[in-house]
């Protein structure tokens, strides 16, 4: 464990550094080329909608996911029982963890680009040859992100693993053939779900999710399949990312009120890290404390106390 | 009318050389560059998934409209009260009416990609400058390719006006901030649907919808709306394109089910001419005549008798 944390540490400073670098050069980048390239798509900056630019850095969990990877391919390269002779190399975007941002940094994978990067045709003396071919790209992390990029990445063949991207959209094989992921998709966590509900008898919940292929397509699963266990959905919102703190205090206004009318106590909550810390503030500044059980998804159940950190009253009861 | 139909007859067999001519090149590309040039998406062909590669002739309305796009420009160019001194260009592809092949297209219009056509670094005397730059796009028609696009050509701040896709997605000021259309949104389309269901006093209805972003928000906004006005959705399907024709004729007979448990007669159908010609094969096949009341999309309720032909009586009823 302690090497591993002062690895995560060495690795965390390690990226910083090269990422401060490879900003300075028109776009965040840490590569290091082989014979053999992977690309890589991390979201480890906040995106900044209003000035249209990658902002804050997001959580020290993405460098880690990162670093991870680098990680991975230092000690293939080391053992010579797995690749031999050959070095494999790597070069990694930041999706900032917005849509239009993935899909961007993926053109950086795609030959056209790849050739213009390097191809100055107005001083053809500078041209030193093109980038190296991807053969395969790591992420990105959301599932709409992971949409954007396998359209984009498969008219050229290349194959996409994502670590995290749970979305069942995804697996539509024909529409998504280069797509690939590490993780089971969404059908099987609302399947867990609906088998928590089951096990305490709660018949009338509510689903509330983010406005994305993540949240969207769950809940659609989860029409799908609740109604054949008996279970009744008595409460949907879909609510964006972008969304004002006021919708945000709507919808708890909202959920209290299907609670009186139909006894709605359990609430999925289908959605990123971020956003469930705003439905629990939202809860706290509308007073309703310990009302809800909250069943969390993937997005931000597996973030320990971070989504509840200052709202642990109205969070009381979570479970995942 | 007759000056117009002879123009539109020239128009075809003009478009159909040219499409031709450009495919030999390795795209389907018709252009003719100006002082100012626009850029069009417009689905031509077929695609053909397996091969993946375009396919047949679509149908003729495609390439109507992509002559009066050319037409106008023609026309304005001609009209020396419009642009005085600067001639308008355009440059036009072929979406295949499918989603990663529109995002292909779109790549021909953004900077990167466009200097990599004429930039050949391995033989730099073949040079001949860049393309011209592209101001705008017009198109693409379906709701799910716009919203490819339009993520695509923002990036590089790229206007794109469409003339058919309907979709309240689209409507995401924040999200797809470079989008515009000459067409109402959808939630427009499901008002006016509404309101035929209340005038008839159609309490218990089915919605059946192409898995795509013009079937599925549309299916979204009936759920938020119809509760409103005590219109109850009774059953709600969503089927992919590529669905075999089995999957077709199930729906037909869990409709058929519905039907005969809770009165559902009205169907609203959110789709393509293409998928609406399946569901009428599909209830011929089952022998549901004159049974349901269809009320049609603009996704095919603006053809004409195109999508019933063949299956009159088991399309008889429709309404759009």
Request: with cysteine.
């Amino acid at each position: 464990m302690k090497y591993h944390d002062s690895f995560n540490l060495l690795g965390v400073i390690l990226a910083t550094i090269s990422l401060i670098i490879g900003h300075t050069e028109g776009y965040l980048n840490y590569s290091n080329h082989g014979d053999l390239n992977i690309g890589g798509l991390f979201p480890l900056h906040f995106y900044n909608e209003r000035g249209r630019e990658c902002g804050q850095l997001r959580e020290i969990g993405s460098l880690r996911r990162l670093e991870a990877m680098v990680f991975a391919i230092e000690n293939i390269n080391q053992n010579s029982s797995v690749l031999n002779n050959i070095t494999l190399g790597y070069e990694i975007y930041d999706t900032c963890s917005y849509l239009a941002e993935s899909l961007k940094q993926s053109l950086n994978f795609i030959p056209p680009y790849r050739k213009s990067i390097t191809c100055n045709c107005d001083n053809p003396i500078a041209d030193h040859g093109e980038l190296p071919r991807i053969l395969g790209v790591v992420g990105p992390q959301r599932s709409s992100s992971s949409v954007q990029s396998t359209i984009l990445l498969g008219l050229y063949d290349i194959p996409q693993v994502s670590y995290l991207s749970t979305s069942d959209e995804l697996s539509n094989d024909e529409r998504y053939p280069y797509f690939l992921r590490t993780v089971p998709p969404d059908s099987f966590q609302v399947k867990a779900m609906i088998d928590i509900l089951k096990m305490y008898n709660w018949k009338y919940v509510a689903f509330i999710n983010s406005d994305d292929t993540y949240g969207k397509s769950a809940q659609q699963e989860f029409r799908l399949t609740a109604p054949l266990e008996d279970i009744c959905l008595a409460f949907a919102r879909t609510i964006s990312e972008s969304a004002e703190d006021a919708r945000f205090k709507d919808i708890i206004t909202e959920l209290e009120q299907a609670q009186r009318e139909s006894h709605v106590t359990s609430v999925i909550l289908f959605m990123q890290v971020e956003m469930a810390r705003r439905i629990f503030a939202a809860a706290t500044e509308e007073g309703a404390m310990r009302q809800f059980i909250w069943i969390g998804s993937d997005g931000w159940g597996n973030y320990d106390m971070q989504p509840v950190q200052g709202y642990e009253e109205a969070a009381l009861g979570k479970a995942f």
